[in-house]
């Protein structure tokens, strides 16, 4: 059993409402789907997670994660905004189910626009295999 963590350095996603967009259906529902700001910062931000050493695991039964990060914006951007588009990132990238997020949390600072960023840490709980 073991706890694995990763960090990394990420751009600030794009906010909420500038990422998702409503329209209705051909069967006239309501949607919600990515706007392209979106689908693009995800594609960067998961270049960037690999060349930072992020790998895929394999799916472990009984695993369970935490996320903390940390927003760094002259703006008066919503953390709570970010942490959705944040929490499927890091799944996809690791191969983790966002169900099984246990935990988590986050700290804004103030800065300029030229130290904007994103730091995220994610801890995954391996248990030991049953074969072992």
């Not at 919600?32 to 799916?59: E, H, I, M, V």
């Not at 169900?99 to 300029?112: I, M, N």
Request: glycine share 8%.
């Amino acid at each position: 059993m073991a706890w694995l963590t990763y960090t990394a350095t990420l751009p600030v996603p794009p906010g909420i409402n500038q990422a998702y967009a409503a329209g209705t259906s051909a069967r006239g529902r309501a949607v919600f789907y990515k706007r392209a700001a979106a689908k693009d910062w995800t594609d960067t931000a998961l270049l960037s997670l690999r060349r930072q050493g992020w790998r895929t695991r394999p799916p472990t039964p009984g695993s369970r994660w935490h996320i903390q990060y940390t927003l760094r914006t002259p703006w008066r951007r919503d953390v709570d905004g970010i942490a959705k588009p944040l929490i499927d990132l890091c799944a996809e990238a690791l191969g983790i189910d966002d169900r099984d997020l246990t935990d988590g949390g986050f700290h804004k600072e103030r800065a300029s626009r030229a130290n904007e960023g994103l730091t995220v840490t994610v801890d995954v709980w391996v248990p030991e295999s049953s074969d072992s």
